[in-house]
């Protein structure tokens, strides 16, 4: 077990005791009528390979060196999908899953900070997009809804969907009643207590994790200090006999990579190299944090009435900064055998781990007769982290408004039946921004991108070339066979409901560097 001092945890009691986290000084008592709980655990640039659960079909070197139990665990009392996707970077799938919107239409179309986050290609501008991220009363919102539905909703950790100096870059503006930790910034300064979570570095403080000053100076790694925040919330609300809403968003595995002690002795005779070590250490500490809070709801008596959700927000970092890994390569190949990763349009960008269990399986709960989630099962529907927002307001007996212009579709039919699904709906990604400057002539993904996916066919358009590729993700999951030449027929029918679709949402167009107009997507 991580060792918590004393002294953060009678601080933190204090906390409570003062009411310092509670975006109101008391927040009302409501009634969910025996509504589950629900719990949405979001990992920060967690790739599909980061774990020792299986999510290929086949054991893989990377599954053997990941030590992540919990997540195991999990696994075996619910049900795993193997094709889990988000978008290619943090903050539009952190909007998307607030809104049940695609990026398309959310236009929150890259990572926000303070202004324009990306730089100009070769031939290219980014577009215009909303820079400011979510605000309030740009769409209903999950936890708005939830709350409004009888939920005590808390998020803690990292936030990311308002731009530094906006509303939406507090929590509390966008339905939470408890906001911990969360603001504008997607990365911490540091996730060493010692170091005060980055507060006081110069010319670093957008990165300062806010409030935690139980925490800060002591030895507490950040993940363990959020893991202990959201047991405490949980413990208010069950005491309260209130349903909630716990959306425990941790900053890890995002840069700065640092050791997660005492994890890293795992580690350290691993042939890879350090940062890979720290990696590692990050991602127990991930799973430690499952585990700790699954064993907070069996003490507080609501684990068979809990949903749990476990979802990282894109791919796996792979292009910047990784070392040598245990297969003893580096760059664009810690998510093999998808292709490159985070930021990418490849699957290694956009495809992630996700699982769904109850917090403790008891088939005669009512709450698990009601919604039936399978045991130790595979489900290979593809979903969309924009699906969480209809299938979660589902669980709670929610809906959001019929303006809302929801794009997710309600996936709780595959957790009962998960080998009887199959989606009828595309999926879409609509990336117009530039997250790393590529050389001209670049043929990899990390370009401003458009992407459906309809069945096991794949389209990617990018923008800079105004080149189609088309993929069967079936049979070629690695993305090396392009057979837009050999297919036009079927690449033609996809482009078109591509184009279709962003244009019916009013998609913002990267912008052409000579003629500074928007440079829309070609068809064939």
């Not at 009691?13 to 409501?30: D, E, S, Y």
């Not at 309030?136 to 005590?152: I, K």
């Not at 300064?189 to 010319?203: L, V």
């Not at 080149?467 to 482009?495: F, K, M, N, S």
Request: proline share 6%; hydrophobic share 40%; aromatic share 8%.
């Amino acid at each position: 077990m991580v060792h918590i001092p004393a002294k953060a945890v009678l601080a933190s009691l204090f906390a409570v005791v003062v009411g310092v986290v509670a975006c109101q000084a008391a927040p009302k008592i409501r009634s969910a009528n025996g509504a589950p709980n629900l719990v949405v655990f979001l990992i920060d640039d967690m790739g599909w390979q980061d774990t020792s659960v299986d999510f290929h079909g086949e054991r893989t070197p990377f599954n053997d060196f990941f030590r992540t139990p919990a997540m195991a665990q999990l696994a075996r009392d619910g049900v795993r999908f193997t094709q889990a996707y988000s978008c290619a970077v943090c903050s539009p799938s952190r909007v998307s899953l607030l809104t049940g919107q695609n990026a398309a239409r959310h236009h929150v179309t890259n990572w926000i900070l303070d202004g324009e986050t990306g730089g100009a290609s070769a031939v290219l501008l980014p577009p215009v997009w909303r820079m400011n991220g979510l605000q309030p009363g740009d769409s209903p919102t999950l936890p708005g809804l939830l709350r409004d539905a009888g939920y005590r909703t808390i998020h803690v950790g990292k936030a990311h969907w308002g731009a530094v100096g906006t509303t939406g870059s507090d929590p509390c503006n966008l339905g939470f009643d408890v906001n911990i930790a969360g603001h504008a910034a997607g990365a911490p300064g540091s996730y060493q207590g010692e170091d005060r979570y980055g507060e006081g570095k110069q010319g670093q403080e957008v990165f300062a994790v806010p409030g935690m000053q139980a925490y800060k100076g002591t030895k507490t790694h950040l993940t363990d200090a959020l893991t202990t925040e959201a047991c405490r919330e949980v413990a208010i609300a069950a005491a309260a006999k209130q349903p909630f809403f716990l959306h425990l968003a941790h900053y890890a595995v995002h840069m700065p990579v640092q050791p997660h002690r005492p994890f890293d002795d795992h580690y350290q005779a691993a042939l890879v190299g350090q940062f890979e070590r720290d990696y590692a250490s990050m991602i127990e500490g991930i799973d430690h944090s499952l585990a700790v809070l699954r064993q907070q709801l069996i003490v507080l008596g609501v684990a068979d009435n809990t949903l749990i959700v476990f979802y990282s927000d894109n791919g796996g970092l792979s292009h910047v900064a990784r070392g040598k890994n245990v297969l003893g390569s580096g760059k664009e190949t810690h998510n093999l055998p998808l292709r490159e990763g985070k930021g990418s349009a490849y699957e290694g960008g956009i495809r992630v781990p996700a699982i769904v269990s109850w917090g403790k399986v008891n088939p005669a709960a009512p709450s698990q007769q009601r919604i039936p989630v399978a045991s130790g099962a595979r489900c290979a529907y593809p979903i969309l982290i924009e699906d969480l927002f209809p299938t979660l307001l589902g669980f709670a007996g929610a809906s959001a408004p019929a303006a809302a212009g929801i794009d997710g579709a309600d996936f709780a039919d595959c957790l009962a039946h998960p080998a009887r699904c199959d989606r009828a709906t595309p999926l879409i990604w609509h990336f117009p921004n530039i997250w790393v400057v590529e050389p001209a002539g670049s043929r990899s993904g990390y370009r401003p991108h458009s992407v459906i996916r309809q069945g096991d066919w794949k389209a990617i358009y990018f923008y800079d070339e105004q080149r189609w590729e088309l993929y069967d993700i079936a049979h070629d999951l690695g993305e090396q066979r392009d057979l837009a030449a050999a297919e036009p027929t079927r690449l033609r029918v996809l482009a078109t409901e591509l184009q279709a679709r962003l244009v019916a949402v009013n998609a913002p167009w990267p912008i052409d560097k000579v003629t500074l107009q928007e440079r829309r997507m070609r068809l064939l």
